[in-house]
């Protein structure tokens, strides 16, 4: 009987991890954006709902293509009032050429440099009018391309000093009604050069970086760290120093931390 309940277990596990995937129907268009013209893009036209970081991974894409068009063509993708709690990956295995990413109005917490890294093509983004607080270090080191960015309407109260330094072609930069900063420059890069010092000066958040500190020297003894258990009051860093270098860490409520849940474990093991 316990080796029913527990194939049981598994069997359970198993569709659960099947049932995470994500579908996207693209409704597909032809439009002028700020820099790309008459770009061909994917407006995201089902209920699509990214609350969790295994739904986060598209699986497939469906839609009807225009006449002439393939996946080839598409260099946009656009979502508006979804809710993509964490950023969609795998777009580029379907669209290899993206330049232009849009989430609006999504309730999106967090974005990292490894969800924009497959995005080596990027040259407009737009993530307003979401829930972003902070935009982490190297954030675009891999989108050296960039000359649009729109983060305007968000939370943001931390940006690492260089995260727009390299990003020699950015002309437009949007950061209205934020906490730490509300200002645009627009379609001037003398400009967004100025505009970044005044960023580094206002968003520049001390407590926020004696965290990250204290947390990189945790990181010198992984076993240590692992060990360790956390409140449920710095969940929020996890996303916000989410890299590789924390790739460990899991905030833990400790009371609820008990038996139960050593033995699911062990259970998941045995599957």
């Not at 061909?40 to 991974?57: D, P």
């Not at 902070?134 to 954030?139: F, I, K, N």
């Amino acid at each position: 009987m316990a080796k029913i309940a527990l194939l049981l277990f598994c069997v359970v596990g198993v569709y659960l991890e099947l049932s995470a995937s994500t579908s996207i129907e693209c409704d597909y268009g032809t439009d002028d954006w700020n820099i790309v013209e008459n770009a061909y893009y994917c407006y995201v036209n089902n209920n699509l709902s990214i609350t969790t970081r295994e739904s986060a991974t598209i699986t497939s894409i469906s839609g009807p293509h225009q006449s002439g068009k393939t996946n080839s063509d598409v260099v946009g993708f656009y979502a508006n009032t979804k809710t993509f709690i964490y950023f969609p990956r795998g777009l580029e295995t379907f669209f290899k050429n993206i330049k232009i990413i849009q989430i609006h109005n999504c309730n999106l917490t967090e974005v990292h440099q490894e969800d924009l890294k497959p995005f080596s093509k990027l040259i407009e983004i737009y993530l307003e009018y979401n829930e972003l607080e902070v935009l982490e270090e190297g954030l675009f080191d891999f989108n050296l391309d960039l000359e649009f960015i729109h983060f305007g309407d968000n939370k943001i109260v931390h940006i690492e000093p260089n995260v727009f330094d390299h990003l020699s072609k950015l002309s437009y930069l949007y950061l209205l009604s934020n906490s730490c900063i509300d200002k645009k420059v627009r379609n001037s890069t003398s400009e967004v050069k100025n505009f970044i010092q005044a960023v580094k000066s206002q968003c520049n958040n001390s407590e926020f970086s004696l965290l990250k500190s204290q947390l990189e020297s945790l990181e010198t003894d992984s076993k240590t760290f692992n060990s360790l258990e956390f409140s449920e009051k710095f969940a929020a860093f996890e996303k916000t120093f989410n890299s590789s270098k924390f790739a460990n860490f899991r905030p833990l409520n400790y009371k609820k931390h008990d038996l139960r849940r050593k033995s699911l474990a062990s259970a998941f093991d045995l599957c």
